[in-house]
């Protein structure tokens, strides 16, 4: 258990549906981070926020939306993904930017079909 | 821009030997190096994480270093069990935004 919450663990999807991924930490870090991994993959990194504010968006579709109405809570927001989405989404969160260690949620398994 | 690499991608060993991975990466500003495991389908967990200003990091049978001159970072795995068996990743962050950036893994598996 790393303090950090994904929900849900499994998520299937159709193209057209709309569905949140939800990550949630109570370590009192002021950072967070979406990830995807697909296999073969390395890690790539999606959005950043620090202390509620966006810090970073790597080049990431509109399709996939974040909002963290918080220090707390991270979400992700998707519609109308494409098979090409299917991943595993990890949360991670820190105490600052880059400075200080990560702690990973369990990642939630995406699936579009 | 910062790029990790790991080698090997895949290494399987017997169980009691004592083993190494390697990081390396191309920013020697590096702020800190981090090292994961990952169970397969599951999340990242951290092992290690060395500062810019350290050369090595301890934690049971688990030793990280740190050579910034030249852009190296080794994991040493001291007597492995068939527990160890997992995906390795480490994680460099450098440049002015401080995110880390992740190598591809080294998948290991100790066989008994």
């Known amino acids: 258990e790393t303090g950090v919450t994904q929900t849900p663990r499994h998520l299937v999807m159709g193209m057209t549906n709309k569905k949140s991924l939800k990550c949630e930490q109570h370590?009192?870090?002021?950072?967070m981070y979406w990830y995807k991994q697909s296999a073969k993959k390395p890690l790539e990194l999606m959005f950043v926020?620090?202390?509620?504010?966006?810090?970073e968006n790597n080049s990431v579709p509109s399709r996939f939306s974040p909002e963290c109405p918080n220090s707390s809570h991270l979400f992700l927001h998707l519609h109308t993904l494409q098979p090409e989405d299917s991943a595993l989404y990890l949360c991670?969160?820190?105490?600052?930017?880059?400075?200080?260690?990560?702690?990973f949620g369990q990642g939630t398994r995406l699936t579009v079909v | 821009k910062q790029e990790v690499t790991q080698i090997p991608a895949a290494l399987s060993v017997p169980e009691g030997e004592n083993l190494v991975l390697n990081c390396s990466f191309t920013?020697?500003?590096?702020?800190?190096l981090q090292w994961f495991r990952q169970d397969p389908g599951k999340g990242l967990t951290s092992l290690l994480l060395?500062?810019?200003?350290?050369r090595e990091q301890t934690s049971g049978r688990l030793n990280a270093s740190l050579d910034k001159s030249s852009g190296r970072s080794t994991l040493y795995i001291a007597a492995s069990q068939p527990g160890d068996s997992a995906t390795y990743l480490c994680?460099?962050?450098?440049?002015?935004?401080?995110?880390?950036?992740f190598g591809r893994g080294t998948s290991l598996i100790v066989h008994p």
């Open positions: 991670a969160s820190s105490q600052d930017i880059g400075l200080s260690e990560a702690f």
């Open positions: 370590l009192g870090h002021n950072a």
């Open positions: 926020y620090s202390l509620e504010e966006r810090v």
């Open positions: 920013d020697s500003a590096i702020y800190n």
């Open positions: 060395i500062q810019s200003s350290q």
């Open positions: 994680a460099g962050a450098s440049g002015g935004s401080y995110i880390p950036t």
